[in-house]
């Protein structure tokens, strides 16, 4: 069976049946950009909860007696903390200088520094709920030379919860965009095998195998979702960089984007081709 | 050569295409498929070339039972038979050449051997002079001689023709008749079906009648 026939006859059928083949890698580019684009706003929809949930962390204010280095070992050692930063009052006054910016002359009314030394605990991943966080916190507490303790409590598991229904609803909307996706590009190939039904009657009719008649349509329905998906690709891309004019920090990781509507496309191409033939090559 | 024994071809409960036919062609003969429009001609043909099974009976082809032609095997099984239609079948985006030599290329026939044979028939035809031209570019009978290049080419023991001048005017349709007992006077076994007595009369060969399903007449 020769290959190369096949790829020439699928050549062959996207430079004389251009219109066609146009239509049909239009119809993939654009569901594929539509998929891209909801993958874009999942991708930064997790990256955002993820960002949310890094910021989930105990302050503790120090009163002016503590011994630094003998709290920061004994805070370490309390299960669920990942990591104790210290904070000195002139660190902390630093940080709200350039928080308040413009409006730093507001700090001149003090006569001295009235910020707190502070540790900023970060805590492991499964300790960053409401339970854990009072656990952590009132272990800390018992320590001495500990002033006071700062966190979300109760509003940290109220935020979790959001954020789980943001995600399942999320998901229900990809699965649809997804399935319609794949209706879509799959009909659409299904139309233009359609339209040459006659070249695959007389193909089988002169004796060529089920596998040499599949591969023009193969080659095509691949040729057609790369190109389709690196369209779609560019188009993310180009509303990728409209959106950082209206958004900051919009993540975009093109490598992965590229790869998946590239890859997309053809694995689409590919099964939406061999699945159109099965009526024709029973 | 194609033998049917008490074949029957049933689509539907009530629908019945051809029923209890039996009859034998020998090696190298010509036999004309008799019936009006929907007597089961192209059922019957269709059948040889394996497009159709029988729901009842044994056909026989090149020595071989049908049944037994897996389905994996249908292809190679067709590069035996040649098929020539009323409305000619030809790949509109191909010229005359391309046609013909497509027969050949989808059965993986290397290139050299695609061009000699291609001079070969397109010669006998008398369409060299014409090779690059498009099918809409050509007459009803030239179609039909493209038709039968394409599946002459591959050299068949059978040459089936449904209604092969169906299209056509009094004098191509001459000529196609004519060509197609020039090709069995070489060896092939050729099995045209038509509506046309008046046709198999002037032609003086065996003639199948086929009436309500049934074969009715075999002279």
């Known amino acids: 069976m020769s290959l190369r026939i096949g790829i020439r006859e699928g050549m062959r059928t996207i430079t004389r049946n251009g219109s066609l083949f146009f239509l049909s890698l239009l119809v993939a580019a654009i569901s594929l950009f539509l998929l891209a684009l909801f993958s874009l706003v999942t991708v930064n929809l997790y990256q955002a909860i993820k960002?949310?949930?890094?910021?989930?962390?105990?302050?503790?204010?120090?009163?002016?007696?503590?011994?630094v280095d003998v709290l920061k070992e004994n805070i370490e050692k309390i299960k669920g903390v990942e990591q104790v930063i210290y904070v000195s009052s002139e660190q902390a006054l630093t940080e709200l200088r350039?928080?308040?910016?413009?409006?730093?002359?507001?700090?001149?009314?003090?006569?001295?520094?009235p910020l707190p030394a502070s540790f900023r605990i970060e805590l492991e991943s499964n300790f960053r709920n409401a339970q854990g966080l009072n656990e952590i916190s009132g272990k800390i507490m018992l320590l001495q030379g500990i002033d006071e303790t700062l966190y979300g409590g109760e509003l940290v598991d109220q935020l979790k919860r959001v954020t789980r229904v943001?995600?399942?609803f999320d998901f229900g909307l990809l699965a649809i965009i997804i399935f319609s996706v794949i209706f879509v590009i799959f009909q659409t190939i299904k139309l233009t095998i359609f339209a040459r039904s006659t070249e695959i009657e007389i193909m089988k009719l002169v004796g060529a195998s089920d596998s040499f008649i599949a591969i023009p349509f193969t080659f095509e329905g691949i040729v057609q979702g790369m190109?389709?998906?690196?369209?779609?690709?560019?188009?993310?891309?180009?509303?990728?960089?409209?959106?950082?004019?209206?958004?900051?920090?919009?993540?975009?990781?093109?490598?992965?984007?590229?790869?998946?509507?590239?890859?997309?496309?053809?694995?689409?191409?590919?099964?939406?081709?061999?699945?159109?033939?099965?009526?024709?090559?029973? | 050569m194609i033998s049917f024994d008490k074949v029957s071809k049933v689509y539907q409960k009530d629908w019945v295409a051809l029923q209890d036919i039996t009859f034998n062609i020998d090696k190298?003969?010509?036999?004309?498929?008799?019936?009006?429009?929907?007597?089961g001609k192209t059922t019957l043909l269709k059948m040889i070339y394996k497009d159709e099974e029988p729901t009842h009976g044994t056909i026989k082809v090149l020595n071989q039972n049908l049944k037994d032609v897996k389905?994996?095997?249908?292809?190679?099984?067709?590069?035996?038979?040649?098929?020539v239609f009323q409305d000619f079948k030809l790949l509109q985006d191909r010229t005359l050449e391309e046609n013909v030599a497509f027969s050949l290329e989808v059965t993986d026939t290397p290139a050299r051997e695609v061009r000699k044979k291609?001079?070969?028939?397109l010669t006998y035809l008398r369409l060299s002079h014409k090779k690059y031209a498009?099918?809409?570019?050509?007459?009803?009978?030239?179609?039909?001689?493209?038709?039968?290049?394409?599946?002459l080419v591959r050299d068949p023991y059978i040459l089936l023709a449904d209604e092969p001048t169906g299209n056509l005017d009094a004098k191509s349709s001459e000529e196609i008749t004519s060509i197609l007992e020039d090709i069995n006077y070489k060896g092939t076994t050729v099995i045209m079906a038509t509506h046309s007595i008046s046709l198999v009369r002037k032609m003086k060969k065996r003639m199948l009648r086929i009436e309500d399903c049934r074969l009715v007449k075999d002279k």
């Open chain 2, 71 to 83: 389905k994996k095997e249908i292809p190679i099984f067709r590069r035996k038979i040649g098929v």
């Open chain 1, 51 to 67: 960002i949310l949930d890094e910021k989930i962390e105990i302050i503790a204010f120090l009163d002016q007696r503590a011994d």
């Open chain 2, 134 to 151: 498009y099918p809409y570019q050509l007459s009803g009978g030239e179609q039909q001689k493209v038709a039968i290049a394409r599946a």
């Open chain 2, 28 to 39: 190298g003969e010509f036999a004309f498929i008799c019936g009006a429009t929907g007597a």
């Open chain 2, 118 to 121: 291609l001079m070969e028939i």
């Open chain 1, 98 to 113: 350039n928080e308040l910016q413009d409006t730093e002359e507001i700090l001149t009314v003090f006569e001295e520094n």
């Open chain 1, 166 to 168: 943001i995600v399942l």
């Open chain 1, 227 to 282: 190109i389709g998906g690196f369209i779609a690709f560019l188009l993310t891309a180009i509303t990728y960089r409209v959106s950082t004019f209206f958004f900051d920090n919009v993540y975009f990781p093109h490598w992965w984007f590229l790869l998946g509507t590239i890859l997309g496309g053809m694995i689409f191409g590919v099964i939406g081709s061999s699945f159109a033939m099965r009526r024709f090559l029973k």
